[in-house]
């Protein structure tokens, strides 16, 4: 008898599942939303922040990661662990912001070898308008669709999902 709640097997599924658990219909329709809903309101907060800031989303994720650190200053490998990017990533964005004067690289004190960036006080006034956009398409684009009882689900089950 087969599983109803069950996907229908493909030969690609099926290979990719031996031996393992294969999620329910129900597991895979949440997961293809949960992407589609991340894609979505990503690609519309990127979208804004480019037409009315000419700046990326990752270059604005940056700069509000050096403006919560301390002395406004990370190690590339913490920024690139912070905004989620490979080094090799994070290493040609801070190239670009440096050429834009939003960020500064610096020697690490307590070790020769190693770099770090730094906001500028140009990155930083550069931050503060760019937020005024960001933070409305957050509100407008996650957060006024959501009451607060979804809010608060929400928030409980990305804080389990990343744990």
Same mark, same amino acid.
């Given at each position: 008898?087969?599983?109803?709640?069950?996907?229908?097997? /493909?030969?690609?599924?099926?290979?990719?599942?031996?031996?393992?658990? !294969?999620? /329910?219909?129900?597991?895979?329709?949440?997961?293809? %939303?949960?992407?589609?809903?991340?894609? /979505?309101?990503?690609?519309?907060?990127?979208?804004?922040?480019?037409?009315?800031?000419?700046? !990326?989303? *990752?270059?604005?994720?940056?700069?509000?990661?050096?403006?919560?650190?301390?002395?406004?200053?990370?190690?590339? /490998?913490?920024? *690139? #662990?912070?905004?989620?990017?490979?080094?090799?990533?994070?290493?040609?964005?801070?190239?670009?912001?440096?050429?834009?004067?939003?960020? %500064?690289?610096?020697?690490?004190? %307590?070790?020769?070898?190693?770099?770090?960036?730094?906001?500028?006080?140009?990155?930083?006034?550069?931050?503060?308008?760019? !937020?005024?956009?960001?933070? !409305?398409?957050?509100?407008?684009?996650?957060?006024?669709?959501?009451?607060? #009882?979804?809010?608060?689900?929400?928030?409980?089950?990305?804080?389990?999902?990343? #744990?």
């Amino acid at each position: 008898m087969t599983d109803i709640a069950a996907p229908p097997s /493909t030969d690609v599924m099926a290979g990719a599942a031996q031996g393992r658990q !294969s999620p /329910t219909r129900d597991q895979l329709a949440a997961w293809r %939303s949960f992407l589609r809903a991340h894609a /979505t309101i990503t690609r519309m907060l990127e979208t804004e922040l480019l037409a009315e800031q000419k700046l !990326s989303l *990752a270059a604005y994720d940056v700069l509000v990661q050096l403006a919560e650190a301390p002395e406004r200053r990370l190690r590339m /490998t913490e920024l *690139a #662990d912070a905004v989620l990017l490979s080094r090799s990533g994070v290493t040609r964005l801070v190239d670009r912001m440096e050429k834009a004067e939003l960020v %500064s690289r610096c020697r690490v004190e %307590s070790d020769g070898r190693g770099v770090a960036a730094q906001l500028t006080d140009a990155g930083l006034s550069r931050l503060r308008v760019a !937020s005024r956009t960001h933070l !409305s398409g957050v509100v407008r684009h996650f957060a006024a669709p959501l009451d607060d #009882d979804d809010l608060a689900a929400l928030e409980r089950i990305s804080r389990l999902l990343a #744990d």
